[in-house]
């Protein structure tokens, strides 16, 4: 996999502001790299340490070079929710890689972002400011819900095996590329992503390094969106079939089509399995049979919404279309946010009332001064 050249585009040095922003999203709590540095530690220093760590990060990314232990990792098998501990395909691996090099990350990744957000295709939902599953479960129930009378609609869900781990790196850079990402960002990221090695690490015991030729690490930052801007030319493809409407999440598929002609809807939805089948195989990113769902919708009954003699509205639910393959999964730290939501209204009148409490004495300027700060 050939480096993109730095030397042919005007370079944009990171900021004070980015590496703040970056530093301050480090997630407390969580375990070091192989150098045994907590995130908490960056998070506390002074303004001239921070500013000497701004200055590897722009040599690093002028250069496009990522030192060799950034690109070193440890490997940890995390078991997946609900899933038992005796099959390997229970465990989802996470590779834990040096401090420093994740506020890199970071940086790199937010202006991949900026860069890309609005060439992406809109059928994309994950890795997107303001956008979730529920995006592409409203589009699935819009589409069956809006058929006219005597049409069917199938949706065919389909998921990808292990995408992030078998993805060619060559097809990753290439796709950033053609994007028309600035050439530095696209120079670290392959950077990035050449020579990685990880060390596997279970009860305290360390394997042999081994490198990694494929995929993307884990848990990391930069690692979805180079993913998702490969991924988007599997969309531009499907956009060419006709009648089939798509979505996607992640590595989840969902392609749905609508006729009154059943033969035409396989057809249409066997067309979309072969291109996607086809973009998959290039990337090296196999289809997994096992989560792929078929289901159709009216294709016994018309307007199943309408009342029938003697029905009442209750049995009429009972005969409502049932969208099977797909999981709505509650938002991360969900609980979190609502209770700051709950005590956010209470927190401006507590600081009036210290403003203005009698046993400090009314301050008239201060209380004014604070006033207008709250405008």
Request: net charge positive; with cysteine; charged share 25%.
């Amino acid at each position: 996999m050939k480096k993109p050249s730095t030397s042919q585009c005007t370079f944009q040095p990171a900021t004070e502001a980015e590496t703040d922003v970056a530093l301050r999203e480090l997630s407390s709590g969580t375990a070091p790299g192989d150098d045994g540095i907590h995130f908490e530690e960056p998070k506390r220093l002074g303004r001239v340490s921070r500013r000497c760590i701004l200055r590897l990060f722009n040599h690093s990314l002028c250069a496009g070079h990522v030192p060799a232990k950034w690109r070193q990792g440890i490997v940890v098998p995390m078991l997946k929710p609900n899933e038992p501990q005796s099959g390997m395909a229970s465990f989802r691996p996470v590779a834990l890689t040096r401090t420093l090099c994740k506020p890199m990350e970071r940086i790199v990744a937010r202006r991949v972002e900026d860069s890309i957000e609005d060439k992406l295709k809109p059928q994309q939902k994950r890795f997107r400011p303001g956008q979730s599953t529920l995006d592409t479960l409203m589009q699935v129930t819009r589409h069956v819900r809006r058929r006219k009378d005597g049409e069917k609609t199938a949706v065919k869900f389909t998921d990808s095996a292990r995408p992030f781990d078998s993805m060619v790196r060559a097809c990753i850079v290439k796709g950033v590329l053609s994007f028309c990402v600035a050439k530095p960002q696209v120079a670290w990221t392959a950077g990035f992503l050449k020579g990685h090695a990880a060390k596997v690490r279970v009860n305290k015991v360390l394997s042999e390094k081994i490198g990694l030729t494929r995929g993307v690490p884990q848990v990391s930052a930069l690692g979805p969106v180079p993913f998702i801007v490969t991924v988007d030319s599997l969309s531009k493809r499907l956009n060419c079939i006709p009648v089939l409407q798509d979505g996607f999440f992640a590595d989840g598929r969902t392609m749905v089509s609508t006729s009154a002609d059943l033969s035409e809807i396989q057809r249409t939805i066997q067309q979309g399995l072969g291109c996607s089948t086809r973009c998959s195989s290039e990337c090296y990113v196999e289809v997994s049979a096992v989560e792929t769902e078929y289901k159709p919708f009216g294709a016994q009954a018309t307007k199943l919404l309408s009342l029938k003699a003697g029905e009442d509205a209750h049995h009429m639910l009972g005969r409502a279309p049932k969208l099977l393959g797909l999981a709505v999964q509650p938002h991360a730290r969900a609980a979190k946010h609502v209770m700051c939501m709950k005590a956010q209204p209470g927190t401006r009148p507590l600081q009036l009332s210290a403003v203005a409490a009698p046993k400090r004495g009314p301050n008239r300027e201060q209380l004014r001064a604070f006033c207008l700060a709250l405008v």
